[in-house]
């Protein structure tokens, strides 16, 4: 069975830094592109960051220079690390698993990010 378990976030104020971890079980962690995505009330699901198997990594604009996601194929699990946030990253931040050559994906249960002063 395969589950993915996120955590980290919580509140936090305008400028300041969370980093969100992903544990990753039932599947061959190291061959899956892993990303992260959030859905802010009322809007639509976004890629925020992904990084394939070989450790090339995309970002979405918004994020570029604040935010980085990193693997430790050891510990199955992905990490986001969030700097300088702002209010419009509030959202709820979902881990995915996508398997190599294949539509199949899974996604975590998403945990909370909550910037305000």
């Known amino acids: 069975q395969v589950q993915l378990a996120e955590s980290g976030g919580g509140l936090v104020q305008p400028g300041e830094s969370l980093r969100l971890s992903c544990a990753a079980s039932?599947?061959?962690?190291?061959?899956?592109?892993m990303g992260w995505y959030r859905q802010a009330p009322g809007k639509q699901r976004e890629l925020v960051a992904r990084?394939?198997?070989?450790?090339?990594?995309n970002y979405a604009d918004s994020v570029k220079g604040r935010f980085t996601i990193s693997r430790d194929n050891a510990k199955n699990t992905v990490y986001l690390q969030m700097n300088s946030l702002k209010p419009e990253d509030t959202a709820v931040y979902y881990c995915?698993?996508?398997?190599?050559?294949?539509?199949?994906?899974?996604w975590g249960k998403g945990t909370l990010v909550t910037v305000s002063s």
């Open positions: 995915n698993a996508a398997a190599p050559l294949s539509q199949m994906d899974f």
């Open positions: 990084i394939r198997n070989s450790g090339v990594t």
């Open positions: 039932g599947i061959t962690f190291s061959i899956y592109t």
